[in-house]
């Protein structure tokens, strides 16, 4: 079954920098389109950014742009969101995304908080 589990979140202050990684298994990894989301305190889901199969196409939110980073390496099937310059604003719960048969699959998602 599709299992997607993130890691790499915790506390970081202003300014500072995460990476996030998203392990996948349970299906063809490299044949789907992979995303971040995100879920801040109180709010709803806030899609971060999309990477293509080969990942060579990236797509951000306007919110992200210029400071986050979305790759892949399809032969360790995992998919990374490197966040720099971080904002309080970007505190949230970030998961891991596949849309596969028209089926959302999502991890459980890592904690980010942002904070002096």
């Known amino acids: 079954q599709v299992q997607l589990v993130e890691s790499g979140g915790g506390l970081v202050q202003p300014g500072g920098s995460l990476r996030l990684s998203c392990l996948a298994s349970?299906?063809?990894?490299?044949?789907?389109?992979m995303s971040w989301v995100r879920q801040a305190p109180g709010k709803g889901l806030e899609w971060v950014s999309d990477?293509?199969?080969?990942?060579?196409?990236?797509y951000y939110a306007d919110s992200v742009k210029g400071r986050f980073t979305i790759s892949r390496d399809n032969a360790k099937n995992t998919v990374y969101l490197q966040m720099n310059r971080l904002k309080p604003e970007d505190t949230a719960v970030y998961y891991c995304?596949?849309?596969?048969?028209?089926?959302?699959?999502w991890g459980k998602g890592i904690l980010v908080t942002v904070s002096s």
């Open positions: 995304n596949v849309r596969k048969l028209g089926i959302n699959f």
């Open positions: 990477i293509n199969r080969i990942g060579d196409i990236t």
């Open positions: 349970g299906f063809t990894f490299s044949s789907y389109v």
